[in-house]
């Protein structure tokens, strides 16, 4: 009986963190196909904006890591059918790319506190690397109890922080999709009023993959104090 309930708890928990990827990734996809009566593409769009909103400094740029806006550049990248194309999806993406923009230039504060976060966060998971290549070169080191005690503590600690930036994240994604993005397109009608319904479904599924990140984040760390306790 213990074993079904693990097992269904298991696929839970599995769905948790799958379940909303695939299901942005067909949302996406879904609103991606050209559209004549989108005004412009996702580029056009935001070049349109930061001359509104008075952001003449803000760059527009390709990239193939995924859509996000660089506090450090001042860019907004998009990816190639974002960037070029005339779809729901790409003018939806692109508001909300531009509304962390716009959130950097109003100073709005917890996207300055993920900022600072997130470096800490990205140095820490190098010395997490480091320190778990180490590790089982330790091991055979006289006192290499003693080292590897720290050397784990560095790992685990190295993911929780990476779990507590997907938390904070989540309420600075859902800012910029439904606090901007959204307001921007219906007040602007740079979408149709039949139109709004499935931009607030892409801007959902959008910030729904950063909740199935933190999510996973919890489950490797939850893994590894299994193995540091024991």
Same mark, same amino acid.
């Given at each position: 009986?213990?074993?079904? $309930?693990?097992?269904?708890?298991?696929?839970?928990?599995?769905?948790?963190?799958?379940?909303?990827?695939?299901?942005?990734? /067909?949302?996406?996809?879904? !609103?991606?196909?050209?559209?004549?009566?989108?005004?412009?593409?996702? +580029?056009?769009?935001?070049? /349109?904006?930061?001359?509104?909103?008075?952001?003449?400094?803000?760059?527009?740029?390709?990239?193939?890591?995924?859509? /996000? !806006?660089? &506090?450090?550049?001042?860019?907004?990248?998009?990816?190639?059918?974002?960037?070029?194309?005339? #779809?729901?999806?790409? $003018? %939806?993406?692109? +508001?909300?790319?531009?509304?962390?923009?716009?959130?950097?230039?109003?100073? @709005?504060?917890?996207? *300055?506190?993920?900022? *600072?976060?997130?470096?800490?966060?990205?140095?820490?998971?190098?010395?997490?690397?480091?320190?778990?290549?180490?590790?089982?070169?330790?091991?055979?080191?006289?006192?290499?109890?003693?080292?590897?005690? &720290?050397?784990?503590?560095?790992?685990?600690? *190295?993911?929780?922080?990476? %779990?507590?930036?997907?938390?904070? %994240?989540?309420?600075?994604?859902?800012?910029?999709?439904?606090?901007? +993005?959204?307001?921007?397109?219906?007040?602007?009608? !740079?979408?149709?009023?039949?139109? !709004?319904?499935?931009?607030?479904?892409?801007?959902?599924?959008? +910030?729904?993959? @950063?909740?199935? *990140? #933190?999510?996973?984040?919890?489950?490797?760390?939850?893994?590894?104090?299994?193995?540091?306790?024991?």
């Amino acid at each position: 009986m213990d074993v079904v $309930i693990f097992l269904i708890l298991g696929i839970l928990l599995f769905a948790l963190i799958l379940g909303p990827q695939y299901w942005a990734r /067909h949302v996406l996809q879904k !609103y991606s196909g050209h559209r004549d009566d989108i005004p412009g593409t996702g +580029a056009e769009l935001v070049k /349109h904006l930061k001359k509104k909103f008075g952001l003449d400094y803000l760059k527009i740029e390709g990239t193939e890591l995924g859509d /996000h !806006y660089d &506090p450090a550049d001042k860019a907004v990248r998009l990816s190639k059918d974002n960037l070029d194309k005339r #779809s729901l999806t790409a $003018i %939806t993406v692109a +508001a909300h790319e531009f509304g962390h923009a716009l959130q950097d230039f109003k100073q @709005y504060k917890p996207l *300055s506190t993920r900022t *600072s976060m997130v470096r800490t966060a990205q140095k820490l998971e190098r010395v997490g690397g480091v320190a778990l290549l180490v590790m089982p070169f330790i091991a055979f080191a006289p006192a290499g109890a003693r080292l590897a005690l &720290p050397l784990m503590l560095v790992v685990v600690f *190295s993911m929780l922080l990476n %779990t507590v930036v997907h938390l904070v %994240t989540l309420p600075v994604e859902l800012n910029a999709s439904f606090g901007r +993005a959204l307001p921007i397109l219906k007040e602007g009608q !740079y979408i149709s009023n039949s139109d !709004y319904r499935a931009a607030r479904k892409i801007l959902t599924a959008c +910030a729904l993959t @950063y909740l199935a *990140s #933190s999510l996973s984040g919890l489950l490797n760390f939850w893994r590894w104090l299994r193995v540091f306790r024991r």
